[in-house]
């Protein structure tokens, strides 16, 4: 027998979820890229959310719904999640795949630049508990700033994809994007503002806390 990645061992400790399933087809079957964030990782959203007693949550990057789901199980009765999409037909997709799981109705989607919308939520007063930042990498230190000022005291700031596939550590790799990335990254782990850290599971996962 060929062993398994320390990846594909912990993936194949879980129980195989039908709703989380169907939403990867709904992605597949639309052609949408297959870039949703794995299975275990889902669930560490769930319960990242259920452990802090979150009722607000902001994700920037909606796709499918997949991380939508995830966030949105761990949320109480009160609790709610504000979903920025760029592309309307994707905020579509994720719209009736949260419908699909049951959780339509705790989650609004706002479609459009996200750096447009964050300055709305602030406009707004708007504050949030939970932040996943799942977009496009070249903004993430917008994100991250746009966080820390949405942020209440207390609040988890998550970043998908902190590693971009190795680029984040490749000296050869100087394009806008990786670039964007590593300051995204120095700054989960060290900005004063901030306690966190970049862990290197899956694609990397950055994690903090806003003091
Ligand atoms: C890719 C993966 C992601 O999770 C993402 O947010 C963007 C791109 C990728 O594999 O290219
Ligand atoms: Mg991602």
New binding site residues.
């Given amino acids: 027998m060929t062993q398994l990645s320390a990846e594909e061992y912990v993936e194949s400790l879980l129980t195989r979820d039908e709703q989380l399933e169907q939403v990867k087809e709904g992605i597949r079957s639309r052609s949408m890229p297959e870039?949703s964030i794995a299975p275990g990782y889902g669930k560490l959203l769930t319960l990242l959310v259920k452990m802090t007693g979150a009722q607000r949550i902001l994700e920037i990057?909606a796709l499918g719904g997949y991380s939508g789901i995830c966030l949105t199980r761990g949320l109480g009765d009160q609790g709610k999640l504000i979903s920025l999409e760029l592309k309307k037909e994707y905020a579509d997709v994720a719209q009736q795949h949260l419908n699909e799981a049951g959780l339509g109705d705790k989650i609004e989607y706002r479609v459009g630049e996200a750096l447009h919308h964050l300055q709305q939520l602030a406009d707004e007063g708007q504050k949030f508990d939970v932040f996943f930042i799942?977009a496009d990498k070249g903004n993430y230190p917008n994100y991250l700033e746009w966080a820390i000022k949405l942020a209440n005291p207390g609040a988890i700031i998550m970043g998908?994809?902190a590693l971009m596939?190795g680029r984040a550590m490749d000296p050869e790799q100087n394009g806008n994007a990786v670039t964007k990335m590593r300051q995204f990254n120095q700054s989960m782990a060290s900005d004063p503002r901030l306690e966190g850290v970049v862990l290197p599971a899956y694609?990397g996962l950055a994690i903090a806390r806003v003091r």
Wanted: hydrophobic letters at 15%; aromatic letters at 0%.
């Fill in positions: 870039i990057g799942d998908d994809n596939h694609d």
